[in-house]
């Protein structure tokens, strides 16, 4: 697996729009055994939107974040905009990839999208197996939705559309049986926009009252919900996502610890090493030398 050599950051690639349709939101491509693997896609990077691809045969190995996943037949793996991803090889590929923005997402008649398991990711998982019949089915859709894709017309969108909630809306059935849980509650949806707010707001704000005043609430009341819907206080959420974000630029990429400690907004790179430390039980260079050792 490649790692960043230069100095800069871990590329973002933006959603490139499709030159045949036009369409700037949302594509889907289908591959039968081509390479479809850019050289740029073996580097450590980011993608600037949602990937869903659906893997009828492949083989190699793929990370998300810190977690290698080995392409398996007849298997969805997806991810969310901003997460770091690499591709260890390029290898032929059969399949169908999915792609849409954030921005596709906030369209009124896309609201019920937003809220589904598959998209919300509440497990954190990137990997989908499918039964016979679950690929059978999902194949299908995919190809309605391809077939829609090419041929624009007076009723294309809302095709798309009826076509696209069909298919998270199953493949979000199947992450509730892979990855259990249960309906919502109130306070379980506070949780969720807690967290949600943290990703956006990690690098600037590291204090639980901050987030509360975002969210128009006590940072009593937040830290009470929090720390009875997670079993860890409040202000965890925000270490643990600092840590991710240390732990993704150590092992991707060659920035120096107080370049990274400034990119997460700490303002002294002793104070980052002792918080790193302190949450990980080893100083950041540490950590950097033992993850990619493991990983040689």
Not at 33 to 47: A, F, Q, T, V
Not at 102 to 125: D, I, K, M, S, Y
Not at 263 to 292: M, Q, V
Request: hydrophobic share 35%; with cysteine.
């Amino acid at each position: 697996m490649y790692t960043l050599s230069s100095k800069q950051p871990v590329p973002v690639y933006p959603f490139e729009r499709d030159m045949v349709t036009g369409s700037s939101s949302f594509t889907i491509a289908r591959s039968e055994g081509g390479l479809p693997y850019e050289d740029n896609l073996l580097i450590p990077h980011r993608k600037a939107y949602y990937l869903l691809v659906f893997v009828k045969h492949n083989r190699g190995r793929h990370w998300v974040d810190m977690t290698p996943y080995e392409r398996k037949d007849n298997t969805l793996y997806f991810s969310a905009p901003d997460q770091i991803l690499v591709k260890e090889a390029p290898t032929p590929f059969w399949g169908t990839q999915l792609t849409f923005t954030t921005e596709f997402l906030t369209l009124q008649q896309h609201a019920a999208l937003r809220e589904l398991p598959l998209v919300q990711n509440p497990h954190n998982g990137h990997e989908l197996l499918l039964t016979v019949a679950d690929g059978a089915f999902v194949e299908d859709i995919l190809t309605k939705l391809e077939t829609e894709y090419r041929h624009p017309g007076e009723w294309q969108h809302r095709m798309l559309t009826a076509h696209l909630t069909v298919l998270l809306t199953y493949l979000s059935r199947l992450y509730t049986e892979q990855f259990t849980g249960v309906e919502p509650s109130a306070d379980q949806r506070l949780l969720k926009t807690y967290q949600a707010k943290i990703e956006e707001c990690f690098r600037e704000l590291h204090e639980v009252s901050a987030y509360a005043s975002q969210l128009h609430l006590s940072a009593g009341h937040l830290s009470e919900v929090v720390k009875a819907q997670s079993g860890k206080p409040a202000i965890k959420h925000i270490h643990e996502r600092l840590v991710l974000e240390a732990k993704r630029l150590l092992f991707y990429t060659p920035q120096s610890l107080k370049e990274i400690a400034f990119d997460l907004g700490f303002s002294d790179a002793s104070y980052f090493n002792r918080f790193f430390k302190r949450e990980t039980g080893l100083t950041p260079a540490e950590y950097r030398t033992a993850i990619r050792k493991m990983y040689q």
